[in-house]
């Protein structure tokens, strides 16, 4: 059966640097991926949405990309501030599924 | 325009009684999803309903666990004889078209079930 993994389940970095977090998959590739951000004690909020078709997309400080050769989607926030400290969430779909299937989550520490 | 509402935000039972959680979608929103997060868990998918049809409840325990999305009103997840297992948050959210027309999902604050 499908699976999907976040790596890390912490990371911790510098202010003005790049958080780099991965979401990996196993088996058919998804038919798009989802990356959360949730807060403690909060809903997850949408980020951004990558389809199979589509290697990269970008909003403000934000770019996700998609390897389907690596299976794959990697998430990077540029310039991390220590506001971007929360748990990020990959999820993805496959073609004609109702339900989104998420990871584990990746818990990212900004430091000033 | 108000985001996904769901209430109440925290809810304790013992064991045994039932708990029902409420879910308003956003406005214009006819598709509505259940997850549950358990501590240190992933966010699990449980159900998704449309307006009076449950479309996919792969995701529902067997028992004791049932939704349903009326005509008029919030979507409901009701747990029968809740045990300590149940505790966890759970969380709904709702879409403009299905998950599986690349829509993304706008998620509630979610429900804090405590079973003691």
């Known amino acids: 059966s499908q699976k999907i993994e976040q790596n890390s389940e912490a990371l911790n970095i510098q202010e003005g640097k790049t958080a780099t977090l991965t979401c990996n998959y196993t088996?058919?590739?998804?038919?798009?991926l989802q990356w959360y951000r949730q807060d403690p004690g909060r809903g997850p909020v949408f980020l951004l949405l990558?389809?199979?078709?589509?290697k990269e997309k970008r909003k403000e400080r934000l770019k996700v990309t998609f390897d389907t050769t690596l299976k794959q989607s990697l998430f990077h926030i540029t310039a991390s501030q220590p506001a971007d400290s929360a748990t990020y969430l990959c999820?993805?779909?496959?073609?004609?599924?109702?339900?989104?299937?998420f990871g584990k989550g990746t818990k990212l520490s900004v430091i000033p | 325009n108000a985001g996904v509402m769901q209430n109440p935000r925290h809810l304790v039972r013992r064991r045994g009684q039932e708990a029902r959680l409420r879910c308003s979608p956003m406005?214009?929103?006819?598709?509505v999803y259940w997850y549950r997060q358990l501590p240190e868990e992933g966010l699990k998918f449980m159900v998704y309903?449309?307006?009076?049809?449950?479309?996919?409840e792969s995701g529902m325990p067997k028992e004791r666990f049932s939704a349903e999305f009326p005509k008029e009103g919030p979507s409901i997840l009701r747990i029968q004889q809740v045990v300590r297992g149940d505790s966890a948050a759970y969380f709904c959210?709702?879409?403009?078209?299905?998950?599986?027309?690349?829509?993304?999902?706008?998620f509630g604050p979610g429900t804090r079930l405590t079973v003691l």
């Open positions: 959210a709702s879409s403009l078209a299905p998950v599986s027309s690349y829509n993304e999902q706008f």
């Open positions: 309903l449309q307006k009076e049809n449950i479309i996919d």
């Open positions: 999820g993805y779909s496959g073609a004609g599924s109702y339900q989104l299937t």
């Open positions: 406005k214009g929103h006819s598709h």
């Open positions: 088996n058919y590739s998804p038919a798009y």
């Open positions: 990558i389809r199979e078709n589509e």
